[in-house]
Each structure stands twice: as C-alpha cells, then as structure tokens.
C-alpha cells in the first residue's frame, strides 16, 4: 500500500513559483505500471488536475496551466516534484498528489493534501 | 469534455437511496468514468472505475452505471459514514477531468 506525503511552503508571495514534493512509501514508484500526478482543490471548490508524467518521462498538464506547470520525478529518492511558476490568489488551494495505474488515470493513491496560500 | 454534475446537494435521510447523475458534453468510453467520495479535511476515496467497479474494500451498497453521456452512482441505503461528496472523473483522457462535486447530507 502506497502512501503518498506532499511537502512544501504553506505560503508563496505572487508572481513566485510553488514548489512541492511528494515523498512516497510502501514500495519503489520506479515502475511503468504508474503514473504520478498533482491535483488541486481551491477552498470550498472541486477538483481540478493540473498534470501527470509517465514512466517514459512523458508529461501532461492542464490547457489551462500548461505555461506554468512542471511535474518532475526523481525515482532515486522516490518522490516527485510540482512547480508552478507565476501564481496569483487563484492557485491558493488544496493540493494532492496523486498515483494511478499508467494503462488508466484513475488515483488510486492520495496524499493527505497540503494547503497552499498566495499572498503577500 | 466538460462533466455536469447533478444534484448538485441531495438531502437524504440513512437508509435512503442516493441516485447521483454525471453527464458529459460529448459521448465517452464507458471504460473511462470514475468516481470518488470526499469527506471534510480528507483527501478523495476512488469508488468506482470503468463506470461500475467498485474499487477494493468498497462495500456493494455502492454501484455505477450508465453508458454515452449519462452515468449513475447509486447508494442503495445510506449509511451514516456515506454522507460527503462525491465527484466523477473522466481518465484516460487529456486533461483528465473531474465534475464539479454533488454533496450527500442529512436531511
């Protein structure tokens, strides 16, 4: 059973970038039977994906955050990584790292989730 | 592909029936529909994948269905642990996409 454990800054100033980690337990995330993923949930609001990468190394990101989004892994220290540059009040949420199986897109796995407030 | 979730609050009493309603704006796979349950302060729980299977340690009172635009999730009685909410999802897709959440709470 994997667990899933986000860290990163609690507050980011605007215009800076949102860094977080996601440390993984339970097993190795070394395997192409995954894909790991960041999603986000503004407060009281849905949820919206923002991105996945693949064991190929393949990234996919929302449309509609494309220009500011990076999903990194590193499967030396079983973590994968989200950068998302030039933030604004909107990108205060709510956010999950995520893990599915590659062959599908569901989450199968969840980290607790961590909040993260733009403001000056 | 946009998910249109409805009711948007169902008012339910435990022991009732829950019928959640998910409709996409365009026909879909029936092999790419989720759906998850959120509790207050938790991360979501999948329920169910490829529309109707119920993820490991879900209990049977739990059930998906539906095919084209329209899918269902159905409670079949409501415990008190069942009322959160809920959202569908549609994978294997890009982007992935999740529905704008229906609330299950006592009425």
């Known amino acids: 059973q994997l667990q899933l454990q986000e860290s990163g800054p609690g507050l980011v100033k605007p215009s800076e970038t949102l860094s977080l980690t996601c440390t993984v337990s339970?097993?190795?995330?070394?395997?192409?039977?995954?894909?790991w993923g960041w999603i986000r949930q503004p407060p009281g609001k849905g949820l919206e994906w923002i991105g996945s990468?693949?064991?190929?190394?393949?990234?996919y990101y929302n449309p509609s955050l494309k220009s500011r989004v990076t999903i990194s892994v590193d499967t030396s220290k079983n973590q994968f990584s989200l950068k998302l540059s030039s933030v604004t009040a909107a990108d205060t949420a709510v956010y999950y790292c995520?893990?599915?199986?590659?062959?599908?897109?569901?989450?199968?796995?969840w980290g607790q989730g961590t909040l993260v407030t733009v403001s000056s | 592909i946009v998910l249109t979730q409805s009711p948007a609050t169902l008012s339910l009493s435990p022991g009732e029936r829950a019928t959640l309603s998910c409709r996409a704006s365009?026909?879909?796979?029936?092999?790419?529909l989720a759906w998850y349950q959120q509790k207050p302060g938790q991360a979501p729980r999948l329920l169910i994948s490829?529309?109707?299977n119920r993820a490991t340690g879900v209990p049977d009172r739990f059930s998906g269905s539906g095919s084209g635009t329209d899918f269902t999730l159905t409670i079949s009685r409501l415990e008190p642990e069942d009322f959160a909410v809920y959202y569908c999802?549609?994978?294997?897709?890009?982007?992935?996409?999740f529905g704008g959440g229906a609330k299950v709470e006592i009425k």
């Open positions: 365009q026909s879909v796979s029936s092999s790419y």
């Open positions: 339970g097993g190795s995330i070394s395997s192409s039977s995954y894909y």
């Open positions: 995520a893990i599915g199986p590659a062959a599908a897109g569901t989450v199968d796995y």
């Open positions: 990468i693949y064991y190929s190394g393949s990234t």
């Open positions: 999802q549609l994978y294997a897709t890009s982007p992935l996409t």
């Open positions: 490829d529309t109707s």
